[in-house]
């Protein structure tokens, strides 16, 4: 996909986790059903959401875009990892590493925008219910999540034609998946201009909607302890919820990944928190979404019946 300079290098080396072949066995067995329940989970939500009429609703046409975002998420680095794990490291051309970093920061940003657009949705919901539909209509609704997945494919493509226009001279990357740091330790040309981009490229990408999402939050917190009736208060809370627990996990592992001092973190530590938000987000999101609410789980009961033919 990326035209990059390969005069020194035309392969990467991925080491994944350096482990016995009895763990890797274990890790292989377990990030393959993880990653397989994963699909199930976040393909159920975009199915039920498409087949049922209750859920044909804006903050439930986010999910779904939330759920498409965490299956490319996944399937960018998962199979890949599985690969590695299994033969205890594996090669990557240079064109095809530097293609799943762009897929990679790609399916990041967009996450971060639609959790950003839920936000806002839930802030219309709660704090400006009497003009709520007439601002999110579908049409509205189409061209946040547009905007989020082309702001995120074009700006990204700034980053990674710098990133395919160093030139590498190591081969090895202690890692699973290739990612922006990694990728600069094999580089023998300077890099600061490529640091300065990804640098404020983050503003717009995770700052911005992070402090976005808090205000939000702030006045979502506001009008919820200004209801009078603990069932209306309740009830309001419940509605924002699912999202803001997916907000937490979300940030707070990516913060860990990218905020914590590099010097105090070894290579497993590192490997460890990118799983995070990698495997175990996309994971844990549809369950979040489906435990915490009642449509989803009604919808889903009809779903299993009616595919039992039951109903």
Known sequence: MFEVNQTKVMEILLLGFQNTWTVNCFLFVLFLVIYILTLVGNLLIIILVAQFQVLQSPMYFFITQ????????????????????INGGSTISLSGCITQFYFFCVTEATECFILTVMSCDRYLAICRPLRYTSIMTFQFCFQLILISWLLSCILTLILVHQVAALQF????IDHYFCDL??????????????????????????SMPFFFILCTYVYIFITILGISSNTGRQKAFSTCSAHLTVVVAYYGSLISVYMAPSKVQSYNINKVLFLLYTVLCPFFNPIIYSLRNEDIKISLNKFILSSLGMI
Do not use: Q, R, Y
């Not at 600061?192 to 990408?205: C, K, Q, W």
């Open 66 to 85: 939330l759920s498409v975002c965490d299956i490319l998420l996944t399937t960018n680095t998962v199979p890949n990892m599985l690969h590695i794990i």
């Open 169 to 172: 001279c190591g081969h090895v």
């Open 181 to 206: 740091i990694p990728l600069l330790k094999l580089s023998c040309t300077k890099h600061t201009l490529v640091e300065l981009i990804d640098f404020i490229l983050a503003i717009p990408f995770v």
